[in-house]
């Protein structure tokens, strides 16, 4: 998704906006550019494709400015290209805006300003803005710019420069992230926290429709209403260290490995004399009253949130529905007081599924999130939030997110069903041991990455994969599909495997990659009979499994653990195995195509 930097201080502005938005090319982008104040005159300079053809562009400007914004846009509106890049200027030239999120009612804005005689050079939304802005412009700026964003549906982040103002940068946000990090007498305005990890921890948080008036040495924020308001400044804990590869090829190489010690900062602080003991106020009365839990994510996240259903109905015993947040928000649910939603986002702006938690919130239930940045939207308007201590993740594929998300999981699981008395102390207790091991055995799976990456060598010239499972052990074949799909673009989908049989088996021919995940004990025959089924068709099986026998054609042994906690086991060989492929077929696969690390709008 696009990112937004912008700088007021003292050193040179078109430095800081170029490294910062270095750091935001995570998020995915194709295309990106700057706009600088210098000596009253704004100068933009924009490119599409990759950074390096921006800082090409930059490489002979000798512009010095200290103030300045500017963005990875990631397409939406209009084909990547110079013209459609940000930052945008008004029709005069005299303002600049850089814009994430999408205005819903731009075409019926542009119409209405095309009337008035503007003309748009670009295919964008954003551009309206800029023209509105001009539109309205007035002595005071704060004046234009409420104007402006009252005639603007849909979400926006902005950063405007105005030339007549040339020692301010105004910032506002709705429903679109943006933070504002303070450092002495400088000031660095992003949509992300690692854009500007390297220069500050401090940081402002932007409540929707705020603006926020920056100068080299002050700030000040105002409410839609024009009155002054006081904020106070958070510490992002993250270290700037845990935002770099640190030798690793890749950065999701790096957080795979980053999986033990993620699981571990997640968990020991929440154990308690070999109990769970997470900070969160639900009662043993207010759970004898809830009849149903929803939980609710995308991606990844939601295949975590699969696990939680099954294992809350395993465990707790209450009737529990996981769902996609994009669905959910359109299909009406059965929500009411009785309703408890449980919501899971790495980054915690996902628009759908905090489209999703409002709705829950309005029908009345209680929210609970599982969020892995502070202070995030999702995290703000829950009425409680469990952080997933996994630091940045970085990597477009999300991997020691899925896997803390699944820590928390087991975590508030066992400690509900010990409040609803569901489970006695002893049981919890013999739980608990089990997920203490589990950041030791994550790490043994580690250890043995070569023989992961040896079986990788088979298939990455593959264009089909099928991934099968049965229960939670389906969860995770839906999660290693995933992966996979997203950073080898190799077609993979992933089937219950008792499914099969009911049509997909007509798609099995000689050499068809079919990765089976089968830890569930009572499920082993089972599965046993859907793999011989398939290899008869002449599929080349790879088996994730903790059986000691030689199921498939390929087979790798998880450690042993409670059949409940096997997902956050078998996942890892899967990871591994996306990544080795995608990486043999030479991906850029920190940043895959057409993907955005943060879905920020619909
Ligand atoms: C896949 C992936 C996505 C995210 C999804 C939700 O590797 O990263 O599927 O899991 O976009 O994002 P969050 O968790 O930030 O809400």
Redesign the pocket.
Known sequence: MCGIIGYIGKQNAPNILLKGLSKLEYRGYDSSGIAIISKNDINIIKSKGKLINLKEKLKNNKINSKLGIGHTRWATHGVPSDINAHPHLSQNKQIAIVHNGIIENYLSLKEELELKGYHFISDTDSEIIANMLEYYKEENFLNTINKTISRLEGSYALLIINKDDPNKLFAIRNESPLIIGINNEEYFIASDIPAILEWTKNIYYLNNKEVAILKVNSINFFNNKKEAVIKKISKITWDYEVAKKNGYEHFMLKEIFEQPNAVKDTIKLRIKNGLPNLDIKLTEKYLNVIDKIYIV???????AGLNAKNLIENLIGINAEADI?SEFRYRNPLINKKTLVII???????AD?LAALRLAKEKGAKVISI???VGSS?ARESDEVIYTWAGP?I?????K??TT?LSVIYLLVIQLALLTKKIAEKEAKSLIKEVKSIPKKIESILKEKSKIKEIAKFFYHDKDAYYIGRGRDYYIAMEGS??LK??SYIHAEAYAAGELKHGTIALIEDNTLVVAVCSIEKLLPKMISNIKEIEARGAKTLVITNSKEKIGTYNFIIPEINNYFTSILTVIPLQLLAYYIANYKKIDLDKPKN?????TVE
């Open positions: 994510a995308c991606g990844t996240a939601y295949h947040a899971l986002s790495q980054s915690g702006e996902t599924t969020v892995n940045v999702i993740e990597a477009v594929a999300s991997t997110a899925f998300q995933l992966k997203e950073i993907l955005a690390k943060s879905v």
